[in-house]
């Protein structure tokens, strides 16, 4: 199996700030990484496919890159929505694999 | 706009079988990849398997031999079945629209494993 590794698994920052997670494959994914986002007890969302296409209806202010191994979200001018868990999902080969999350909290 | 609603028992024995429905409305489930996912509570996710409209199916290695995925094209709707469960199936169970990037979900079920 692939395997996932998030970075941080928490993070806290106020509102306007830009963050940005990344995300590593155990083994070259190309470029079939997603990237969700969480609230809680909703089901995730999918913001981002194919490392860097934003899915349709999600702002802007999302954005992906990387490539092989190594992946970012870079979410700017955080807004009091945009705290949730952020998980990145390779879609390269089955068993699918998600990372263990990053938690976006208020500073 | 493509809706997925799970339906089911919350509550399952241990060493008894799960079975889920997700009852797709909005479009229809051919020509689509169709996967259940679970979450267990406060834990991160994982893909348990899919199912194509026509049958084929993929399952998670670690839970291929007590899951079977089907589909009914004239309900439009899938199904889950896990069998020999355990605690360690307690979990929100969602079934989402693949191929790969899950772009459409349900708002997902509790399944807890208790005696």
């Known amino acids: 199996d692939i395997q996932m590794t998030q970075s941080p698994s928490s993070l806290s920052a106020s509102v306007g700030d830009r963050v940005t997670i990344t995300c590593r494959a155990s083994?070259?994914?190309?470029?079939?990484l997603n990237w969700y986002q969480q609230k809680p007890g909703k089901a995730p969302n999918l913001l981002i496919h194919?490392?860097?296409s934003l899915q349709s209806g999600v702002p802007s202010k999302f954005s992906g890159s990387g490539s092989g191994t190594e992946f970012t979200l870079t979410i700017s001018s955080l807004q009091p929505e945009d705290f949730a868990t952020y998980y990145c999902?390779?879609?390269?080969?089955?068993?699918?694999?998600f990372g263990q999350g990053t938690k976006l909290e208020i500073k | 706009q493509v809706q997925l609603q799970e339906s089911g028992p919350g509550l399952v024995k241990p060493s008894e079988t799960l079975s889920l429905t997700c009852a797709v409305s909005?479009?229809?489930?051919?020509?689509?990849?169709w996967s259940w996912i679970r979450q267990p509570p406060g834990k991160g996710l994982e893909w348990i398997g899919y199912?194509?409209?026509?049958?084929?199916?993929n399952y998670n290695p670690s839970l291929k031999s007590r899951v079977t995925i089907s589909s009914d094209t004239s309900k439009n709707q899938l199904s889950l079945k896990l069998s020999s469960v355990t605690a360690a199936d307690t979990a929100v169970y969602y079934c989402?629209?693949?191929?790969?990037?899950?772009?459409?979900w349900g708002q997902g079920t509790l399944v807890t494993v208790s005696s």
């Open positions: 083994q070259s994914i190309s470029s079939y």
């Open positions: 199912i194509y409209y026509s049958g084929r199916t």
């Open positions: 989402a629209r693949a191929p790969g990037d899950f772009d459409y």
């Open positions: 999902q390779q879609s390269y080969s089955t068993p699918y694999t």
């Open positions: 909005g479009g229809s489930i051919s020509n689509y990849y």
């Open positions: 194919g490392t860097s």
